[in-house]
């Protein structure tokens, strides 16, 4: 018997309820040897476009066949469809209304098949929800792939391309860089941008707001309360407040347009690696 | 060596603080291969109606041997007694203040025995300490529980009708259906009534606060904005506003006078299974 | 093949965003039979000195070799080291800004020996971070130390004399007694001193704020609404009211002066063991 998978658990549920342990408990009557792991719970209600920021930040950092349930879900009850969709890395199971937009956009090479969640032998036993179909198909499908089943049993193929996209905000070049906007503010007030690194110069500086901002490497690389841009953790621009809160700070809003562009010198004031 | 049975931990110790991950650490001291499930530390202090509530909703999804350990304890190193409760379905383990009456009332027929604790063979060695018998006493013994040793060797034999209740607030008949209040608002600000869907004539309206809100099957089957009456996932009636928050919108507050009313025409516009 | 330690996380990443998930997932990829357990999240942005007193709230109630990987890290990415520490109970892991320092003060004879983290094969492979070493160093070292990595693998030998250590706010003796300060207020308003309970005669009271404070056993030995001062759970005296929030209710912040004074007179009124 081997061991099972990682499942990881994303919603809009919050703590204050026991939705999120419900979840868990029927998991483990599945199998208690899955190691759960929670993403967040805290994704706005039924805020699919930040749930799909969270869910592409977290997939690259998990092992091999990793399950990730997702359920932020304002359409439970209604004819949306839900889905399970095998990629290289893991399976995504939630329902089709975007959510994994983010990951399929990115990572386009990497999805394999899909199936809409249609076999209720894998669901909870007992009398489906009308709500909650995190309790009653997502999280029991999910630990049903987590513990070998195969994703075909689970459901019936659907095309990957039927899987509905929720748009993402584009970012384009101009004649000094690229025009992009913040697409997420994090807990320490950090706005991070829809520009990957990848479209960085080698030196720079970010225009927000009527300020330039100095392109540096990391927050340490700021005089405590200077705003800096940097690369974040998760690969996009971002600017932050060294040891401060840029989002209360600078008034940044999600949205807010935000230009990257080429200068001469780099700003790496106290460290250059 | 069989492997240990689940443990779910509730409380309103909130995660500010290390207290709830200190008991899980007198739990891993016992065993660290049980798996812990946190069911909600966001009950509001010493608020043992809540907590009760939060119980009950959890209690039928978990696997059976469950350990069902929670700390609202106002009464912490007075002499209100500590206890566990055998049921068909797990063990409940909490100081003897109301509690576990949501589920013992609702499921009065699984009740099989209950203990005062009273054995400190099985409580964190070291000293007692007089205001954190969640860590000291109640964690190791559900982890002792959850392990497999015996309900009679962790205390003495009490009558289960010793237990303290909380009394319930109850719902009554009226001519046209059923009269009873909203016991508790979720996250998303769905208010839940005390009036269980097995009262719920086929056609059905409810009556809050002047208004008449109509029965329908899932939050999807109102018009975003609208406010919809249906079956929650815990089994009570509930008023929701579709993508959106009853509480705020509807000012809603906990206690608040509900009517069910027979009516004749089922208002699932979307969606009639 | 030998079972993990366990290993705890304490950040204040916050749960809104995926990075405690994150470094999970890092946990997962070395080995996801580590029990994972959470300390808590919620330490203010960049406050050490919170987080210093978190890690000596919960360090006592751990099994032995458990490895406790910690991540307040205001100087990521500048030239701060990254360090573990052995001590007789288990590993300290992260970086090197004095979030020890209470443990290291309050037990100095458990330290055995400090390396600096300087060998990647033992971090995320890939790149590495300049901003989330917590995802990239301390998680993963941290998860090769519980599967039975030894130190002197992780890093290079550093003296324990050469660590960081964040100053404490020290008592002192009065005629009366003992005059100290409140160094952190919980969750439930509680006040608590930097006065630990080996100070204390047998009969006291606290001044605080020009009120004097009974000091009694445990909450319950209060009336509700009363002011009362206790050892608390982690060894310190607190002011708390008994079923009520000292913080709110007598204005109190960390800082304020604390005075323990003998009296004649034990005050548990209704319980003195």
Known sequence: MTSPSCLTLLTDFGLQDVYVGVMKGAIAQIDPRITVIDLTHAVPPQDVVT????????????????????????????????????????????PDNG?????????????????????????????????????????????HLATGVPLHQVGEAIALDSILHSPILPYQPTPEGFLGCIQYID????????????C??????????????????????????????LVGSHGWVEVAIAQGNAHTALQIKVGDSVEIQRCDRVHNSLDTT
């Open 187 to 198: 807990h320490f007030g950090n706005a991070i941008t829809n520009i990957p690194d990848s």
């Open 200 to 229: 960085l110069p080698v030196a720079w500086t970010v225009l927000l707001k009527g300020r330039t901002i100095p392109g540096r490497r990391t927050y340490g690389d700021g005089q405590p309360g200077e705003p800096v841009a």
């Open 51 to 94: 749930a799909r920021f969270h869910l592409l930040s977290a997939y690259p950092y998990f092992p091999a066949g990793t399950v990730h349930v997702a359920v932020v879900d304002p359409g439970v009850g209604t004819t949306r469809r839900a889905i399970a969709i095998q990629t290289q890395r893991g399976v995504l199971v939630g």
């Open 99 to 143: 959510l994994f937009s983010g990951i399929l956009q990115t990572f386009p090479e990497e999805a394999i098949a899909a199936v809409e969640l249609n076999q209720p032998q894998y669901w909870r036993s007992c009398s489906l929800s009308a709500t909650f179909h995190g309790r009653d198909i997502f999280a029991p499908v999910g630990a």
